[in-house]
């Protein structure tokens, strides 16, 4: 654990969440500012700060996620689909330093991947 990152506080209690599932690897909980009708993440208990510093150790949390990811979705309201939306480092967007999985869907398709380049 990291003692100054939020995904930490949150996983060690010190800061509120949504929380919509836990188990000894991961935690799930609803986006604060949601996207989408159906709009959670999912992280890992440990501090990973993104996939760039993942290594073998980390598969079983990171196989977790995506387990989990499908069951809340389904469970949420989007059994036709959703998406995982993972943003790694700078050029990623990401924008808290803690490996974390946005699951967004919904009844409505959640539209084009990126916006194509001309």
Do not use: W
């Amino acid at each position: 654990m990291s003692s100054q990152c939020l995904f930490c506080k949150i996983v060690a209690g010190e800061i509120p969440s949504k929380k919509i599932y836990e188990d000894e690897l991961v935690l799930a909980f609803h986006d604060i500012n949601p996207q989408r009708p159906v709009h959670f993440l999912v992280i890992p208990k440990h501090h990973l700060t993104s996939l760039q510093h993942a290594s073998t150790a980390d598969e079983p949390a990171l196989g977790r996620m995506l387990a989990v990811a499908n069951k809340l979705a389904v469970e949420a309201g989007s059994p036709g689909g959703f998406r995982v939306i993972i943003n790694n480092g700078e050029i990623g967007c990401q924008e808290v330093p803690h490996l974390h999985a946005h699951v967004v869907g919904g009844e409505q398709p959640v539209g084009p991947m990126l916006k194509r380049q001309a």
